[in-house]
């Protein structure tokens, strides 16, 4: 019943920054949110992921240093930092969410939002 709204993709130059937004309505939960991206005519891989306390977060290497993944749970919004991006940065981002423990496996992923595009220019 729960339903992922993603927001804040857009055009950014290279070094540039965005942040991305992902709401939840509906049921709330614990457990793990975490984005995924897609880029065209690649697999989608998981980018960054938390726990519901914000005790605890995941980045995959490629990130790490310039994207930060955090929460308002008041908001049911988790948020995406992206930071000196760069053009192999651009796809379309995914929020999700599940319960239990981390995956890097998207059937393993319950709730999915839309996705909004990032694309970063040279």
């Known amino acids: 019943q729960a339903q992922l709204v993603e927001s804040g993709g857009g055009l950014v130059q290279a070094g540039g920054s965005l942040r991305l937004s992902c709401t939840a309505s509906?049921?709330?939960?614990?457990?793990?949110h975490c984005w995924f991206r897609q880029a065209p005519g690649k697999e989608r891989e998981i980018v960054a992921a938390?726990?519901?306390?914000?005790?605890?977060?995941y980045y995959t290497d490629s990130v790490k240093g310039r994207f930060t993944i955090s929460r308002t749970n008041a908001k049911n919004t988790v948020y995406l930092q992206m930071n000196s991006l760069k053009p192999d940065d651009t796809a379309v981002y995914y929020c999700?969410?599940?319960?239990?423990?981390?995956?890097?496996?998207?059937?393993?992923?319950?709730?999915w939002g839309q996705g909004t595009r990032v694309t970063v220019s040279s």
């Open positions: 938390i726990t519901w306390s914000g005790s605890n977060t």
């Open positions: 509906g049921r709330t939960f614990g457990g793990y």
């Open positions: 999700a969410a599940k319960l239990g423990g981390r995956s890097q496996t998207p059937n393993d992923w319950t709730y």
